[in-house]
């Protein structure tokens, strides 16, 4: 398998997982879990579950364990109902993730080709349910809320989020950082299984802001050879 190729399905998977848990809210959320962590949960959801669009500035970190270093990236993001997103990477370098509700494209940086996947379970690998992404599902149909612990510095609380049975086997653990004072999720961390981490921290949150009609769709001005991988 080409590079091109290992960096998109990394990055899908990766990219998929961060909606599933910011734009996968229903105005309800059933379940088991801590009457705090419950409460601070359903109050979210409402708000999150009312939004077509949604988008933020992001910054993320990656730690690289093997090699000891953290790989940083900041750009803007863009959610749109249903199966549409779209990541503007502008550091360390331009590339583009979109997804414009049929296809996942990804163009990495300083690549020369585009490569395309069909949006269905075999392009994230049947790891995450597809009715879960893009605001389709309800949270907590894959996640319960283990814990949730208040910050002493602010309007803040920590959701510790644990997958269900096994509808996100991939998954070990989720953080969420949520400001109560407005029902906004300002940081997502994701634990999975082999020991990864992937830390994204929102902020310029916005919801259903007017946003141009093509934002969620694939153009490729320069030519580029779009490659199906």
């Known amino acids: 398998m080409r590079r091109g190729v290992r960096v998109f399905l990394s990055q899908l998977a990766l990219l998929s997982a961060v909606m599933v848990i910011v734009f996968s809210f229903s105005s309800e959320v059933a379940g088991e879990t801590p009457p705090d962590g419950d409460a601070i949960l359903r109050k979210i959801g409402k708000r999150y579950a009312a939004a077509n669009v949604l988008s933020a500035r992001f910054r993320q970190d990656v730690p690289l364990q093997n090699l000891g270093i953290v790989r940083k990236a900041s750009g803007k993001v863009y959610f749109g109902r249903p199966m549409k997103m779209r990541w503007d990477y502008d550091a360390p370098e331009n590339q583009l993730f979109l997804a414009d509700g049929e296809f996942f494209y990804f163009r990495p940086a300083g690549s020369t080709e585009v490569i395309r996947r069909k949006i269905d379970e075999k392009s994230i690998g049947g790891?995450?349910?597809?009715?879960?992404?893009?605001?389709?599902?309800?949270?907590?149909?894959?996640?319960?809320?283990?814990e949730a612990i208040p910050r002493k510095d602010g309007p803040w609380v920590i959701l510790r989020l644990v997958p269900k049975g096994e509808g996100a086997p991939e998954i070990r653990r989720v953080d969420l950082l949520v400001n109560t004072r407005d029902d906004l999720i300002i940081e997502v961390h994701l634990f999975d299984r082999l020991g990864g981490e992937n830390h994204l921290y929102l902020s310029d949150i916005r919801f259903d802001d007017v946003l141009p009609s093509d934002i969620f769709r694939f153009k490729n001005p320069s030519g580029i050879p779009v490659v199906d991988g």
């Open 127 to 146: 790891r995450i349910p597809l009715l879960l992404l893009f605001g389709k599902g309800d949270i907590s149909s894959m996640f319960q809320v283990e």
